[in-house]
Nanobody, 118 residues
């Protein structure tokens, strides 16, 4: 069955960095676009970034553009999100999902918590 397992979250200071990983299994990872989404406390799910199956293109939400970088390693079936210049408003539960966009995602992991605080 499809499994997506996120890791790498934690506590970071404002201006700091974290790298999230998402290990995929149960499907041919290299055939699918993937995306990251997040949910802040008391708010809805927000799409953060998406990447094509072959890494040929990627897109970002305006709120993270220039600070976050999405990437993938199809040989390792792993999706990444490098987060830099973190802000308190980046706090939330981060999910990886199968599909390029949130609206077309059919599977999502359990999430990894990111907290940005001094």
């Amino acid at each position: 069955q499809v499994q997506l397992v996120e890791s790498g979250g934690g506590l970071a200071q404002p201006g700091g960095s974290l790298r999230l990983s998402c290990a995929a299994s149960g499907f041919t990872f290299s055939n699918y676009g993937m995306n990251w989404a997040r949910q802040a406390p008391g708010k809805g799910l927000e799409w953060v970034s998406g990447i094509y199956s072959d890494s040929s293109d990627s897109y970002y939400a305006t709120s993270v553009k220039g600070r976050f970088t999405i990437s993938r390693d199809n040989a390792k079936n792993t999706l990444y999100l490098q987060m830099s210049s973190l802000k308190p408003e980046d706090t939330g539960l981060y999910y990886c999902a199968r599909g390029f966009q949130l609206a077309t995602s059919d599977y999502r992991g359990q999430g990894t918590q990111v907290t940005v605080s001094s």
